[in-house]
């Protein structure tokens, strides 16, 4: 039996970080990409996004000498479709969007307005003195810092899971 793909381009698996900004000007979100192709990504969102609503997306890891999403510093994109992951541990939403434009330069009003909050302590920062360790937590200095002497092993790794949302 021969499936049927409507993918124009080849998809490539990803975990980079994405920051996105949905609706609310001044807060952005953070997630994890899955995957990507010349035109698209999808990635995971802890909230639903509306089909054919239009999203901004800051790279965190950007660097120009990168293949793959992080050779751009930010997108324009239009949310193409958003379903719930069928997952009973996650309520996590995944997104697949189509970029609609590419740039190498940071977004204005994503670095002039943009505040985040520790997802930790709830402090107000700004978005170059965020700390995460990996693309859906974003921890403050302090908060990082105290995440990082836990040594490893099943408490870090609980602490890491609630944080991060996907608590059993």
């Given at each position: 039996m021969q499936t049927y793909s409507r993918r124009k381009t080849e998809r490539?698996?990803?975990?980079?970080?994405?920051?996105?900004v949905y609706r609310q000007p001044d807060r952005f979100y953070n997630s994890q990409i899955v995957n990507y192709s010349e035109?698209?990504?999808?990635?995971?969102?802890?909230?639903?996004?509306?089909?054919?609503?239009?999203?901004?997306?800051?790279?965190?890891?950007?660097?120009?000498?990168?293949?793959?999403?992080?050779?751009?510093?930010?997108?324009?994109?239009?949310?193409?479709?958003?379903?719930?992951?069928?997952?009973?541990?996650?309520?996590?939403?995944?997104?697949?969007?189509?970029?609609l434009e590419k740039s190498?330069?940071?977004?204005?009003?994503?670095?002039?307005?943009?505040?985040?909050?520790?997802?930790?302590?709830?402090?107000?920062?700004?978005?170059?003195?965020?700390?995460?360790f990996n693309g859906s937590i974003c921890l403050c200095a302090d908060c990082y810092g105290r995440l990082e002497k836990i040594p490893e092993g099943n408490i870090k790794s609980d602490i890491k899971r609630i944080l991060d949302g996907n608590v059993i």
């Open positions: 490539h698996p990803s975990e980079a970080p994405v920051q996105y035109d698209g990504l999808y990635f995971r969102s802890f909230q639903p996004l509306e089909p054919d609503s239009q999203i901004r997306i800051n790279m965190p890891n950007y660097s120009s000498g990168a293949s793959g999403p992080e050779a751009y510093q930010s997108y324009t994109a239009a949310v193409r479709w958003c379903q719930k992951i069928s997952d009973d541990k996650s309520s996590q939403f995944g997104v697949g969007i189509e970029i190498y330069e940071r977004l204005t009003d994503i670095a002039t307005r943009v505040r985040q909050t520790c997802d930790r302590c709830d402090a107000v920062l700004s978005t170059a003195s965020v700390c995460r």
